[in-house]
Every structure is written in structure tokens, then in C-alpha cells.
């Protein structure tokens, strides 16, 4: 069983993973997918870091717009990488957090359980401030850019919506469930598959 998880900004999509992980005892793969993907791709972690789930629209109007056999732009080398990754990844129960990778194990025909997260600004907001990544930017500008840029993303390499519930298995909104009420329903709900 491969699980994947898709979250907007601010959704606990990290935190989930790492308690679902624990729970049903296999491993994980968020922030340590950087490094894997640096290994395979020699793109450093800081290009993979900024360039492996976001892409403004004007990174995305160049990569289109320059977008041939003759050039091939970092973005697409580091999903390339990613998507080896994934499938390489996928060869054994786990848990991979955003890459696109409930699309792309889908293109392979490997079966996997498709989680999104998403959660109202309110809550949203308490999340990336214990976070602490925006600085001075205003909080609610921020979580709308890294919606937008990782929306960009998605639609770029699959030619689809993020959050399109036809894309993922269960959907949930954990600003009314919480994050320890998702986790449990998510063990309930995979516990026996990751078993067999």
C-alpha cells in the first residue's frame, strides 16, 4: 500500500504523515524526499526545495514559452527526478506528502490510497504561524501565494486541479475534524490494507 498526501498550504500535511506513519509502522517521506531527489538529480536541496512543488505563473509562462526538445528547464529536470523518485519509492509500503505523486503512481497503474487536506484560513493561519515561514509578509498573502504557486505546480506536470476530488481517495477537511481525529480515521481506514 502506497499512500499519498496532497494538502493545501497550512494543512498539516507533514504533521498527519508523521503520525500516520508511526501508527502503522512504514515510513514516510516529506522533507528527506529533497535530499533523495539532490542524490538522483544532482540539483542541489535548495533548487529542490524552491523549485520541486512550486511555480509562480511567470516560471510557469518561461518553462512554457521556452519549453522544447532544446531546452529543458530545471523545474522540468527536478519533477523528472521526483517522479523517479516516487516510483522508485513506491516499490514498498510508505507514505509520500505532495510531488504530484498520487498522479503520476496513478499514469503507472500502481494502485495507491489518495488523501487531500485542506482546512479553512482561520485555521490555516495558527499553522503557519507555528511554522514561521512567511517573515514579514502578511500571513493570509503568503498562505494564498503558496496556494497558488503549488496549484501552478500540480496543473503544470498533471494538466489537473489540485483538490479535484476525483483525484484522491477521501478528502479531508481537518480544520473541523482536527489533525489527531484525520489521523485516526486515516489509521481506521488503512490499517488492515497496509497489513495484507
Not at 500502481?110 to 487531500?116: T, Y
Not at 489540485?162 to 484525520?182: E, F
Request: with cysteine.
Amino acid at each position: 500500500m502506497v499512500i499519498t498526501i496532497s494538502r493545501v498550504y497550512g494543512a498539516y500535511g507533514h504533521s498527519v504523515a508523521r503520525a500516520l506513519s508511526e501508527k502503522l509502522g512504514i515510513e514516510y517521506y516529506d522533507k528527506d524526499f529533497v535530499k533523495i531527489t539532490s542524490n538522483v538529480s544532482g540539483y542541489s536541496e535548495d533548487d529542490i526545495r524552491r523549485e520541486g512543488e512550486d511555480m509562480s505563473d511567470g516560471r510557469k509562462f518561461i518553462n512554457q514559452f521556452l519549453g522544447t526538445n532544446a531546452y529543458n528547464s530545471s523545474y522540468d529536470a527536478i519533477f523528472e527526478a521526483e517522479r523517479e523518485v516516487v516510483l522508485d519509492l513506491a516499490k514498498k509500503p510508505c507514505i509520500i506528502v505532495g510531488r504530484c505523486a498520487n498522479i503520476t503512481l496513478r499514469e503507472e497503474g500502481i494502485p495507491s490510497f489518495d488523501i487531500f487536506l485542506y482546512a479553512d484560513i482561520a485555521h490555516r493561519r495558527e499553522r503557519v504561524k507555528e511554522l514561521g515561514e512567511y517573515g514579514k509578509t502578511d500571513i493570509d498573502r503568503y498562505i494564498e501565494k503558496r496556494d497558488h504557486w503549488r496549484k501552478t505546480y500540480y496543473r503544470a506536470y498533471t494538466g489537473r486541479e489540485m483538490g479535484d476530488y476525483r483525484d484522491y481517495t477521501i478528502s479531508l477537511d481537518i480544520g473541523v475534524l482536527g489533525k489527531d481525529r484525520c489521523v485516526e480515521l486515516l489509521y481506521d481506514l488503512l490499517k488492515d490494507r497496509v497489513a495484507d
